[in-house]
């Protein structure tokens, strides 16, 4: 079955950076595009980033020019690389595939507090 894994998350203070890692299992991973959604206290999950197979990317307009999402296929892992972090950036962050089926991880959680 497909199991989706992050890693990475946890507290930090506002400028400053973490990355996201999210390992896939039970998907030939090359072929499947990769998401990420998060989603704040009281809020609705909403769209973070996404990477096709062969790695074009999609930002939200919140995030864009301070995250990026990479992935790499040796490792069957989908990177999310935050930099420049704000409050409004606190968020439970979930790793998703829908090329075939939608899957999603369990959720990281992602503070950022001063």
């Known amino acids: 079955q497909v199991q989706l894994v992050e890693s990475g998350g946890g507290l930090v203070q506002p400028g400053g950076s973490l990355r996201l890692s999210c390992a896939a299992s039970g998907i030939i991973f090359s072929r499947y595009a990769m998401n990420w959604y998060r989603q704040a206290p009281g809020k609705q999950r909403e769209f973070v980033a996404r990477?096709?197979?062969?790695?074009?990317?999609i930002y939200a307009d919140s995030v864009k020019g301070r995250f990026t999402i990479s992935r790499d296929n040796t490792k069957n892992t989908v990177y999310l690389q935050m930099n420049n972090l704000k409050f409004e950036d606190t968020a439970v962050y979930y790793c998703?595939?829908?090329?075939?089926?939608?899957?999603w991880g369990q959720g990281i959680q992602v503070t950022v507090s001063s």
């Open positions: 990477i096709t197979g062969p790695s074009v990317t």
């Open positions: 998703n595939t829908d090329t075939t089926g939608n899957y």
